[in-house]
């Protein structure tokens, strides 16, 4: 690759070698949190522009009763019962499916019987343990 007339190296090393093995960077968990919490940020920002520029009011019916909201809280509210009215009968769907799951593979508990070898007056006792 020529920039300005210079060659340039295309070689590029991830990290230190070691035994003539390049060694990547191990990946971590510990910014996962940070990137959800910034596209959080970022959506709720959106969202909040969204209903700042969508200030006019417009009736609302549901249900008998009614009122006058924002147009983009009105849409911001009807987006979230959109996403009630499909996730809540699927969540619903999954909790009788495993309930379901485990009556049909549950195996009966019993309680186990103390061996008679470990009915000692020291039976409470750990080995190699003198108190």
Known sequence: MARFGFARSTTVQSGPEINGRSRTVPRTHAGSPLVAFATSALLLLLLLVFIVQNGQRMDVRLFGAQGHLPVGVTLLLAAVFGVLLVTVPATMRRIVHLWLFNRRHRTPY??????????????????????
């Open 110 to 131: 019993t309680m186990p019987r103390p061996d008679p070898a470990d009915t000692g007056p020291r039976a409470d006792v750990p080995e190699g343990r003198n108190p």
